[in-house]
């Protein structure tokens, strides 16, 4: 995570209900997944996936910033629309296993 990432006043925005200790666990967790080092994926890769994971988990803050790192990291718009494509057929078959478990105890 770049310096830029975090809320220069943590008193306010996403951060602001995170004791001081909790916000340094956060954003040191948060640095390692995301750092360079002896990663199997590439920066662009994993910020792809940061996408699809901001997507399903609907956090639009997220969404917004990892698809600007995204694009910063190499990422084309075909790429991440391919990525909001995939995330859909994802979550759409998800509803659907949802739903024959539910059709499954209508039955019972």
């Given at each position: 995570?770049?310096?830029?990432?975090?809320d220069?006043?943590?008193?306010?925005?996403?951060y602001?209900?995170?004791?001081?200790?909790?916000?340094?666990?956060?954003?040191?967790f948060?640095?390692?997944?995301?750092?360079?080092?002896?990663?199997?994926?590439?920066?662009?890769?994993?910020?792809?996936?940061?996408?699809a994971a901001?997507l399903?988990?609907?956090?639009?803050n997220?969404?917004?910033?990892?698809?600007?790192?995204?694009?910063?990291?190499?990422?084309?718009?075909?790429?991440?629309?391919?990525?909001?494509?995939?995330?859909?057929?994802?979550?759409?078959?998800?509803?659907v296993?949802?739903?024959?478990?539910?059709?499954?105890?209508?039955r019972t």
């Amino acid at each position: 995570m770049e310096s830029s990432d975090i809320d220069a006043n943590p008193s306010e925005g996403s951060y602001a209900l995170l004791g001081d200790g909790a916000r340094q666990h956060y954003f040191a967790f948060y640095k390692h997944i995301f750092s360079h080092k002896e990663k199997a994926l590439d920066r662009k890769t994993r910020e792809l996936v940061a996408v699809a994971a901001a997507l399903a988990f609907n956090c639009h803050n997220c969404l917004d910033g990892h698809i600007k790192k995204a694009r910063l990291s190499g990422a084309t718009e075909a790429q991440i629309a391919e990525v909001v494509e995939v995330t859909l057929a994802v979550s759409a078959a998800a509803v659907v296993d949802r739903a024959d478990g539910a059709a499954a105890r209508l039955r019972t």
